[in-house]
T-cell receptor, first 111, second 111 residues
Framework: NAGVTQTPKFQVLKTGQSMTLQCAQD?????MYWYRQDPGMGLRLIYY???????DKGEVPNGYNVSRLNKREFSLRLESAAPSQTSVYFCASQYDIYGYTFGSGTRLTVV | KQEVTQIPAALSVPEGENLVLNCSFT??????LQWFRQDPGKGLTSLLLIQSSQREQTSGRLNASLDKSSGRSTLYIAASQPGDSATYLC??????????FGPGTRLSVLP
């Protein structure tokens, strides 16, 4: 099925552990995004990639790194997880004027 | 800085009612506006996309309007059903192609 695929769906980390959230899209979209969603705060942009090989910071980039491996894949890495990074993470892709397509999310808990 | 607000934060209506959800944004220089639906524990599903040059879009029982000059959009849902229960988010895109989301309106349609 065409769309945005995120893995894993759920993850529990201990403070200080690292992990990478994976995202892949098969719609040949140029732009890809990582958001976090917290209660009462809506979705906030962490990083985005306008095209293969480019990445830019969003509103809340601290504590995260990203890699645009190729046109399909955009990964988000937490080098040293903190409880403040407990959230639901969404990946999205965009093609010009046609708006966003979202993945189903990764629910991350840092204890 | 673009800010998006949504009123009301939560809404409960009996089945069959028509209802309106409101979205306001502070900067009228937008590229497009998109309405999403989010079911509990799920990702976002795009409902309607309105380009900045358009006034409204319709899909089935849903109608979204856009008034750029006043910084407002409304989502009209006709003949509401229990299956419409979800959180509805609006998001605006500026010409840098960055999306800013509202906090959402949580809708409950009671049988």
């Amino acid at each position: 099925n065409a769309g945005v695929t995120q893995t894993p769906k759920f993850q529990v980390l201990k403070t200080g552990q690292s992990m990478t959230l994976q995202c892949a899209q098969d719609m040949n979209h140029n732009s890809m995004y990582w958001y976090r969603q917290d209660p009462g705060m809506g979705l906030r942009l962490i990083y985005y990639s306008a095209s293969e090989g480019t990445t830019d910071k969003g509103e809340v980039p601290n504590g995260y790194n990203v890699s645009r491996l190729n046109k399909r894949e955009f990964s988000l890495r937490l080098e040293s997880a903190a409880p403040s990074q407990t959230s639901v993470y969404f990946c999205a892709s965009q093609y010009d004027i046609y708006g966003y397509t979202f993945g189903s999310g990764t629910r991350l808990t840092v204890v | 800085k673009q800010e998006v607000t949504q009123i009301p934060a939560a809404l409960s209506v009996p089945e069959g009612e028509n209802l309106v959800l409101n979205c306001s944004f502070t900067d009228s220089a937008i590229y497009n506006l998109q309405w999403f639906r989010q079911d509990p524990g799920k990702g976002l599903t795009s409902l309607l996309l309105i380009q900045s040059s358009q006034r409204e879009q319709t899909s089935g029982r849903l109608n979204a309007s856009l008034d750029k000059s006043s910084g407002r959009s409304t989502l009209y849902i006709a003949a509401s059903q229990p299956g419409d229960s979800a959180t509805y988010l609006c998001a605006v895109t500026d010409y840098g192609q960055n999306f800013v989301f509202g906090p959402g309106t949580r809708l409950s349609v009671l049988p």
